[in-house]
């Protein structure tokens, strides 16, 4: 999926002074081209975070009604974790000082819930009219939702079979989605999980951050 919906990408539209759509735009021309430049085969699908609000919104709304979900003052929804009795499971993400009740921002519950829903903060912020009330979905919610409408088994005790991802993203991310999925439908997001390693350059891992990737163009 193409996740054309996050905090990184709006700060780099505005800086530019770009639409989030025109600047994500770019970028999945350019993987596209660079896909067919290595006769790499498309995927069938090739959902994007904006086309698929609607999911999102459904699915905070299905948590916040079976109480695993609470909104603070500022209008931002979180993910109650203590509600999760498998939460840090995938990950084995269960130190007692990070699941602790301590350092907690912004009226959050726990420290490691996380958030829903990105209430409306005016200039230089990019919010949706909802039924939630104006603003824009978190990263995990939007990959949830996008594998729920587009690729979920009917009648399962899982949604799809193999979730695959870099290390770096089991926790928090994929941690996430397994929780959110199982509070607001019952089920597994995946029957299995991959991850993947880095590549190393002299002994560190390649990355634009660091300026030691190679492009094939």
Known sequence: DFTDIDDKIINKAFKENKSIQEL??????????????LNV?????????????????GMIE?????????RVSNGDIYLDTSKDKDYGSLSVHNSSVEFSRIGLVQEKRLEQDFVLWKSYKG???VGF????????????????????ETLAL????????????????????HENEACQTRCAFGVEIAKYWMHN???????????KSLGNSFFIK
């Open 129 to 148: 009219d909802s039924p939630l009330g104006k603003g824009r979905p978190g990263w995990h919610i939007e990959c949830s939702s996008m594998v729920f």
């Open 24 to 37: 994500s735009s770019i970028y999945i021309e350019s993987y596209t081209r660079d896909l067919n430049a």
């Open 154 to 173: 009917a009648n399962t005790p899982y949604q799809i079979d193999i979730h695959a991802g870099g290390t770096d993203l089991l926790f928090p991310h």
């Open 123 to 125: 200039d230089n912020d």
């Open 197 to 207: 390693g880095f590549v190393n350059i002299n002994n560190e891992k390649m990355s």
């Open 62 to 70: 299905t948590l916040l009604e079976k109480n695993f979900a609470y």
């Open 41 to 57: 085969k498309k995927p069938s699908l090739e959902p994007k975070a904006s086309e698929h609000l609607d999911a999102m919104v």
